[in-house]
């Protein structure tokens, strides 16, 4: 099954509120890698986090990885209608690490 | 660059026919993967490719078959199609292990 857990699976907001995603992993991960897909395109690279307890932030993106290394977060602060989309971790096992398997993504729409 | 590229954009199959989805970088990329999406699953692994002339399984690997004869090329055949196969599928590449992957812009698959 899905060894990657995402929640929520949806989530909608207030334009400028804030928003979180959380990626679970039943087994250590090597690394983790975050990706945006707007409605009806492809999902696009937004960054990757390698070491424990990493945080990093791309503008009002806020990326975590857990100490463990089995789960992560994504924060978008202040939202805004151009942050709509589904927005997937996906994560290298340390045993089988040439596979990246998706978690099922948090669907994100705002009210503008 | 054309970056990865896929045909057809849109496809319609009875049931027990036979396809290929085609797929083609030209970045060079040593890893080359399918993945099909669909509602509530997030973005589940097929098939993927190492390098020319390695293929493995991923999550998903039945009623598929994949080859990698070329860096370039990545082919995915359905040997015969199935309604459960309605789907979206995307082919993906990276540079290498830990590497951002490229999406294609996928194709729609509707088996009837």
């Known amino acids: 099954g899905q060894q990657v857990m995402q929640i929520p699976q949806y989530q909608h907001v207030q334009e400028g509120e804030d928003f979180t995603t959380y990626c679970n992993s039943s087994?250590?991960?090597?690394?983790i890698q975050w990706y945006k897909q707007r409605p009806g395109g492809h999902p696009v690279f937004l960054i990757q986090?390698?070491?424990?307890?990493e945080v990093k932030k791309q503008k009002r993106l806020t990326f975590q990885f857990g100490e463990a290394k089995k789960n992560s977060s994504l924060h978008i602060t202040a939202t805004q209608t151009t942050d709509v989309g589904t927005y997937f971790c996906?994560?290298?096992?340390?045993?089988?690490?040439?596979?990246?398997?998706f978690g099922q993504g948090t669907r994100l729409t705002i009210n503008p | 660059n054309a970056g990865v590229t896929q045909t057809p954009k849109f496809q319609v199959l009875k049931t027990g026919q036979s396809m290929t989805l085609q797929c083609a970088q030209d970045?060079?990329?040593?890893?080359m993967s399918w993945y099909r999406q669909d509602p509530g699953m997030g973005l589940r692994l097929i098939h993927y490719?190492?390098?020319?002339?390695?293929?493995d399984q991923g999550e998903v690997p039945n009623g598929y078959n994949v080859s990698r004869s070329t860096t370039e090329d990545f082919p995915l055949r359905l040997l015969s199609a199935a309604p459960s196969q309605t789907s979206v599928y995307f082919c993906?590449?990276?540079?290498?292990?830990?590497?951002?992957?490229?999406f294609g812009p996928g194709t729609r698959l509707t088996v009837t």
């Open positions: 970045m060079n990329h040593e890893y």
């Open positions: 993906a590449s990276r540079r290498g292990f830990s590497y951002e992957q490229y």
């Open positions: 490719s190492v390098g020319a002339g390695i293929t």
């Open positions: 996906a994560g290298f096992r340390i045993q089988g690490a040439q596979k990246l398997v």
């Open positions: 986090l390698v070491k424990s307890g």
């Open positions: 087994t250590t991960l090597s690394n």
